[in-house]
Each structure stands twice: as structure tokens, then as C-alpha cells.
């Protein structure tokens, strides 16, 4: 049902600003711990704009460390990551703010605030940008149309469901219109059928333009929707 009113909507919705100049591109990338030693070793690959991919391989083949050092929450340790013509393994502290706007985050557990209204959890992303209220309240009432929750906006994670969590999440990530997305495992706490509507959902992003890179074990949920599969094994990329 989400999918089919997302896919209603999208005809009339504006393009996701810079989409048309944005990649993803791992160059030789490789990731060494000194407790664990080497977790990544000689990552290649590239998303296009608008491309959809997921990331699987077993449990420790590096598939967290990869979306950490997207998220510029690691540093690799040799090679280059560059997100929109930015090398992510050389910008400066001070950078990383204004390049993750550029991503949307999307998690297993949520991670919302349960003391906080859903519209206040969509909204905090823009909170933090220093948008004025007028536009914040228009970006979160759109961000929450498009994932069906219009009406949701006053009640609390708490008292929603499983799936209905998972696209207040969803919505906190495309609020502020990122190039790309990145969900890590966002349909682990699902059952097979709302797992499946999100992921149509996330079809629907990519098709108006949004790259997306999903990382997932569910190797019947990837077989079902006819996408690239990035697969990592002992912390080489094996396919993709």
C-alpha cells in the first residue's frame, strides 16, 4: 500500500537537488584495525546517480566497516572514497557536517527518540541545518506524506508499530532531499511482508533520482527485487 501511493505521488515531486553530479566511488579502499588487523581489502566499485545496490556477505565480512567509512565515521586506511567530487578520506574535520547532509541514514534499530514526537524526530536533521520553522514544518509534513504517515506527526515511536517506525526513520532520512541513502539492514526487525514494502519504497526513492546502497543478509528479500548485489567476503568484494 505504501508503495503504490509513494509511486502516485512521485509523478508530481520536484528532483532531489545536485543528483545529476552525485557517486559513489571506493578506489582501492582498505580498512586496518590494530586489534583486528585488516577488515577491507582493495574495495572497488562505483554507484551511478540514481543507481540502487545492496551490500551483503556474511557476518564480519566488513559490510558495517564499508557504510562507517561512508558516514566518515571511520577513516580507511589506504585508497580514496569520493561522494559528489568530495574525498571523504582527506576532508577535514570541519567538512564533515556539511557532507553527510549530503546522505540519508536509515538503521536495523531505528534509532529514534522515544521521548520525542515523530515530527519532532523527522525534523531533527533539519534542526540541526538551521532551517527556519516555516520550512521545517514544510519539509517534515512532505517527508511524512510521501512514507505514509500524514497524521502520525504528534504521536510518540513508542506507540507505533514495527514498520510504522522504520518509515518514520525513512522519512528522517529523505527529509532534507539527500543524493543518496544509506540504509544498513533496514528491514532486519520486519516480517517478510512489510520488509518487502520498504524496500519498494526504496525503489520508488531511486527512481525519481536518489541513490540508494542498502546492506542486508536477506538473500530471498535481494533475489526478489533485480538489483546490482555488492558482495563481500572476508572483507574483499567478491561480486558486484
Given at each position: 500500500m505504501i508503495c503504490k501511493i509513494f509511486m502516485l505521488?512521485?509523478?508530481?515531486?520536484?528532483?532531489?537537488?545536485?543528483?545529476?553530479?552525485?557517486?559513489?566511488?571506493f578506489e582501492k579502499v582498505s580498512k586496518?584495525?590494530?586489534?583486528?588487523g585488516e577488515?577491507?581489502?582493495?574495495?572497488?566499485?562505483?554507484?551511478?546517480?540514481?543507481?540502487?545496490?545492496?551490500?551483503?556477505?556474511?557476518?564480519?565480512a566488513g559490510k558495517s566497516t564499508l557504510l562507517k567509512l561512508i558516514g566518515v565515521m571511520e577513516r580507511c586506511s589506504h585508497g580514496n572514497i569520493w561522494l559528489d567530487g568530495e574525498n571523504l578520506c582527506t576532508a577535514k574535520h570541519r567538512q564533515l557536517p556539511f557532507i553527510r547532509r549530503k546522505m540519508g541514514f536509515i538503521y536495523q534499530d531505528?534509532?529514534?527518540?522515544?521521548?520525542?514526537?515523530?515530527?519532532?524526530?523527522v525534523a531533527l536533521p533539519l534542526v540541526i541545518a538551521g532551517f527556519p520553522?516555516?520550512?521545517?514544518?514544510?519539509?517534515?509534513?512532505?517527508?511524512?506524506?510521501?512514507?505514509?504517515?500524514?497524521?502520525?506527526?504528534?504521536?510518540?515511536?513508542?506507540?507505533?508499530?514495527g514498520g510504522e517506525q522504520q518509515r518514520v526513520g525513512i522519512a528522517r532520512a529523505i527529509v532534507n532531499r539527500p543524493p543518496i541513502i544509506i540504509a544498513d539492514e533496514p528491514?532486519?526487525?520486519?516480517?517478510?511482508?512489510?520488509?518487502?514494502?520498504?524496500?519498494?519504497?526504496?525503489?520508488?526513492f531511486q527512481q525519481v533520482g536518489v541513490t540508494v546502497l542498502i546492506a542486508t543478509h536477506d538473500i530471498s528479500l535481494i533475489g526478489k527485487m533485480n538489483h546490482r548485489v555488492l558482495k563481500l567476503s572476508c572483507g574483499k568484494l567478491v561480486s558486484g
Open positions: 505521488k512521485r509523478l508530481s515531486m520536484p528532483c532531489w537537488p545536485g543528483i545529476r553530479q552525485q557517486m559513489l566511488k586496518r584495525y590494530d586489534e583486528t577488515v577491507l581489502t582493495d574495495i572497488n566499485f562505483q554507484l551511478k546517480p540514481g543507481e540502487i545496490a545492496f551490500l551483503t556477505g556474511h557476518s564480519g531505528y534509532k529514534l527518540l522515544q521521548d520525542r514526537t515523530v515530527f519532532d524526530n520553522h516555516y520550512e521545517i514544518v514544510r519539509k517534515v509534513r512532505a517527508a511524512l506524506d510521501k512514507v505514509s504517515l500524514t497524521g502520525k506527526e504528534r504521536k510518540y515511536p513508542f506507540a507505533l508499530s528491514t532486519g526487525n520486519l516480517d517478510p511482508e512489510l520488509a518487502l514494502e520498504i524496500m519498494k519504497l526504496f525503489v520508488s
